[in-house]
């Protein structure tokens, strides 16, 4: 196994002392770099052991904060936080733009070759990224098939993945529709998979707590999603040897 290296970074953001997980590769040459946001109960060790894989595969990963180095277990103190924030297409970006200038600010990070992916509420934020106009050369969501401003994702630059299970009762059907049809009038390369069977939130590990019905892992489903995501970044952000 290739040796990595991690450190906590300490950023401003929406008000919030964020607490973000830095992964590198060895070595000390220049990378391309990845942007990985949580789920809407914010950043935990299912985010950063995926940071870790990334730098494994020769990436500069961030793993951003939601919520100021709080995991909000309680679903109704995670819908409080997180509803306003995907109400506001502005706030989400200043939580994307903070974590992209740290990631930027990494020596070890190629600046040409940036890519943002995420898990529900995380996923927003990487969509309205690009929608925003940043510069990055892949984007992925799961769970997070969230829509913006009229004529907005016009100004996304680069492709577009995203995944979904078929039973999750949060992004729906329609939902599911209506992103097609936003990123489709768009003109955005995009591609949307369907995991057959899955809830909301199939790739997370189960945890210990009461989460919000629809909810559910998924083991085989899981895999095959974060198989999909490195695919992506491989063909839009090559590693050197």
């Known amino acids: 196994m290739t040796t990595i290296t991690t450190r906590t970074v300490d950023y401003p953001a929406d008000n919030l002392t964020m607490i973000g997980h830095l992964a590198l590769p060895a070595g000390d040459e220049r990378r391309p770099a990845v942007l990985i946001g949580p789920e809407g109960m914010g950043l935990s060790d299912v985010e950063r052991r995926r940071a870790d894989a990334l730098a494994e595969l020769g990436y500069v990963a961030l793993a951003f904060d939601l919520h100021g180095g709080r995991y909000l277990e309680d679903p109704e103190e995670m819908l409080a936080r997180c509803m306003p924030l995907l109400a506001d297409p502005d706030r989400i970006r200043g939580i994307g733009r903070a974590a992209l200038d740290v990631l930027r600010a990494e020596p070890r990070a190629d600046l040409n070759q940036i890519a943002a992916v995420g898990y529900g509420t995380g996923g927003a934020v990487a969509l309205e990224l690009g929608r925003d106009g940043i510069d990055l050369r892949a984007i992925g969501t799961v769970n997070a098939l969230t829509t913006g401003r009229p004529g907005e994702a016009a100004r996304i630059r680069c492709p577009v993945w995203a995944g979904v299970g078929s039973e999750d009762p949060i992004m729906s059907p329609s939902q599911r529709d209506a992103f097609s049809a ?34 559910g892992y998924h083991p085989r489903h899981a895999q095959r999603a974060w198989r999909d995501i490195v695919a992506l970044l491989a063909e839009c952000l090559p590693v050197s040897d």
């Open 182 to 215: 936003e990123m489709q009038a768009a003109g955005v390369d995009w591609r949307l998979t369907v995991y057959g069977g899955a809830l909301h939130g199939f790739h997370h590990p189960t945890v210990d707590h009461t989460v919000v019905p629809g909810v």
